[in-house]
């Protein structure tokens, strides 16, 4: 009996991962393009990176991503701005402590502003534009992973998100293929709308239209 209540937990906590991986994933796929359309030059480099990395002629592979390092910039500008969720799990405070010159006392439960962190001006000049380069040059050691504290979309520490490789992984992965393979535009004269609705995660409040057409050799499509 205790073995089959410990695969049952196992199995739940696995399908809890899945299943808030797609929504996070889907979530930051969407921002990202609703920014790269709103950001057309931006789009344009993506697409010049995978054309000389990748070329016309065959699909994206995984192993292609770690050459690819303005997408990659593009996903970690995507997540500072639009985390796929602002505010980060409950945190119960275990002792009494000084924060910011407020006393708090043990027991109090601590909700940290992911969105407020990550778009802090103090850390980054221009905190609320669109400028993946920035990764690239001036905050170039700075990654998502936890390990710097002005940038938390999937936490820090002990309670960091488990999921944080396998999601950057599939998010980055997609990203490439989409505009690798694809031209994807604005069928509208009037830029993305921006607006989000708050719940388990940030989603886009309104659905993202888009108009596509292949850009790829046409062997391409029959492998993917």
């Known amino acids: 009996m205790l073995r089959f ?12 991962m899945i299943a ?25 480099k993506a697409k010049e990176e995978l054309d000389k990395e990748i070329g016309k002629e065959r699909n994206v592979s995984e192993s292609d991503i770690n050459k ?61 534009d669109f400028e993946p380069e920035k990764f690239l040059t001036t905050h170039k050691e700075v990654d998502v992973k936890g390990q ?11 309670r960091i998100c488990p999921g944080i490789s396998f999601g950057l992984g599939v998010i980055q992965f997609i990203l490439a ?11 509208s004269n009037e830029p993305i709308d921006m607006s989000g609705t708050l719940g388990l995660v940030h989603a886009k409040t309104t659905p993202l239209m888009v ?10 499509y029959k492998t993917m």
């Open 177 to 187: 293929n989409l505009l690798h393979s694809f031209e994807i535009v604005n069928p």
């Open 20 to 44: 808030g991986g797609t929504d996070t994933s889907t979530v930051t796929l969407t921002w990202t393009l609703c920014l790269l359309l709103n950001n057309p030059s931006k789009l344009e």
């Open 68 to 128: 690819l390092r303005y997408l990659q910039a593009i996903v970690k500008e995507t997540l500072r701005l639009y985390p796929p969720a602002p505010l980060a799990s409950p945190h119960e405070i275990t002792e009494n402590c000084t924060l910011g010159g407020y006393d708090i006392k043990k027991g109090t439960w601590l909700l940290i502003n992911v969105w407020k962190i990550n778009t802090d001006p103090y850390f980054w000049p221009n905190h609320l």
């Open 211 to 220: 108009m596509v057409k292949p850009r790829l050799s046409s062997k391409c």
């Open 148 to 158: 710097h504290y002005e940038l938390l979309p999937f936490g820090c520490g002990r």
């Open 5 to 16: 209540m410990r695969l049952m937990l196992i199995t739940k906590a696995t399908t809890l």
